[in-house]
């Protein structure tokens, strides 16, 4: 059968994550791996007021085939709300509506990358950027992410040897590290980046998750002419509904992403525009994002401190300031695989590292999700990983 099969899928990994939540299906199982929002949060009855709205007073219209481009009132309220948030200028017509930023990642792979072509991704990075671009075989090189960001040192002297045609970054609350660029780490790498022709992709699912620090300016204020934005609905409103967005000012490739959409599903779910855009025409989104970030903070102070007190100083553990995740480093000679065999035995679910890096992972390395799950059984569960730990460090 491998003959029948394109080669182009060959080498792409299964998401491990997604795998992973086969394993965590058992109700006994606490588990820290998916990058799940907190279910508590998810506006059903305003969802459904919404859907009626739109049924009694647009139902056939929102029934119906539509733009690519996407319903034009929520490209509208994108752009509004960039400028209020970020005083950023992102014109409505520079906007398409996806199917998740995930999508955004294989459009952008589609149009921008041919096999062999160097891609520039984060140290550990986002595994679904990972599976989305070796889609299309291109060179994937590695920068170091470091407390603060990127290794600026390392990007400039990639840039110099591969002329990368992208990267791809999560600056907020990274995933899978929690790590936030700074100010400095911002300018300089736009400073590095601005008379280059690479692209610079910023992914921003977690930006409104915010419950310590200030909030730090985009990269489309710092090198406009460089960036594409993604952005999603999934973290602050509802991850099924899969609505997020691409803007780049580039209209060429615009154009090429357009036809690139049309090639994939003709258009993102039109009932499920109208009916987010009928939430927000009625809702506080702010009020909203404002109690989801008052009990993440909540939870992530919990699992902070629990790790702390059971761990100790025999791991190194990121402190986000906002998100969903937060990354352990253990001991050189511990893999996080083989501990997280011995973490399932004991009914907790981690992600290990390995599925992060692209090629050479530090496999002592390991993510955990701090949303989906109150600070009881954050403790519970902390504690659990660590009975599995003490079976690797004595």
Not at 29 to 58: H, M, W, Y
Not at 94 to 102: A, D, V
Not at 209 to 215: V, W
Not at 307 to 321: A, D, Q, S, V
Request: with cysteine; aromatic share 10%.
């Amino acid at each position: 059968m491998e003959t029948i099969f394109a080669d182009r899928i060959s080498d792409v990994p299964k998401s491990f994550i997604r795998e992973i939540l086969k394993v965590t299906a058992e109700p006994e199982i606490i588990s820290f791996a998916g990058g799940l929002p907190n279910r508590d949060f998810f506006p059903v009855e305003q969802i459904k007021t919404a859907c009626n709205e739109v049924l009694d007073t647009d139902g056939m219209e929102a029934l119906q085939y539509s733009t690519t481009e996407g319903h034009n009132l929520l490209r509208k309220y994108i752009s509004d709300r960039y400028k209020t948030k970020k005083n950023l200028d992102v014109s409505s017509e520079n906007i398409i509506i996806t199917n998740g930023s995930q999508q955004g990642l294989d459009l952008l792979g589609k149009v921008l990358i041919n096999e062999n072509d160097s891609i520039l991704l984060e140290k550990p990075g986002y595994l679904g950027a990972i599976q989305s671009f070796s889609l299309y075989k291109p060179d994937f090189n590695h920068i170091t992410l470091k407390p603060n960001g990127i290794d600026t040192d390392e990007l400039r002297n990639v840039l110099k040897i591969k002329s990368p045609k992208l990267f791809y970054t999560v600056p907020n609350f990274q995933n899978p590290t929690g790590v936030t660029y700074d100010l400095e780490t911002r300018k300089e790498t736009g400073r590095i980046i601005e008379k280059t022709n690479c692209f610079l992709i910023e992914d921003d699912p977690y930006g409104e998750l915010r419950f310590k620090g200030s909030n730090l300016p985009s990269f489309k204020e710092i090198i406009p002419d460089n960036t594409i934005l993604l952005g999603s609905f999934s973290k602050i409103f509802a991850p099924s509904f899969r609505l997020g967005w691409i803007a780049t000012d580039n209209k060429e490739l615009y154009e090429k992403l357009i036809v690139a959409k049309q090639a994939s599903d003709l258009h993102t779910n039109y009932f499920s525009q109208k009916v987010l855009y009928q939430y927000l025409l009625k809702n506080d989104i702010d009020s909203h994002i404002e109690r989801i970030c008052k009990v993440y903070g909540e939870q992530r102070d919990s699992m902070v401190n629990s790790l702390k007190r059971y761990f100790g100083n025999k791991i190194t553990i990121t402190e986000p300031e906002g998100g969903m995740f937060l990354w352990v480093t253990l001991p050189e000679n511990i893999n996080s695989m083989e501990l997280f065999q011995a973490a399932i035995k004991k009914n907790v679910a981690f992600v290990p590292g390995t599925p992060f890096y692209a090629s050479n992972p530090e496999t002592n390395t390991l993510r955990l999700n701090f949303t989906n799950s109150s600070p009881k059984i954050i403790e519970e569960g902390v504690k659990r990983l660590y009975e599995a730990f003490l079976n690797f460090s004595e």
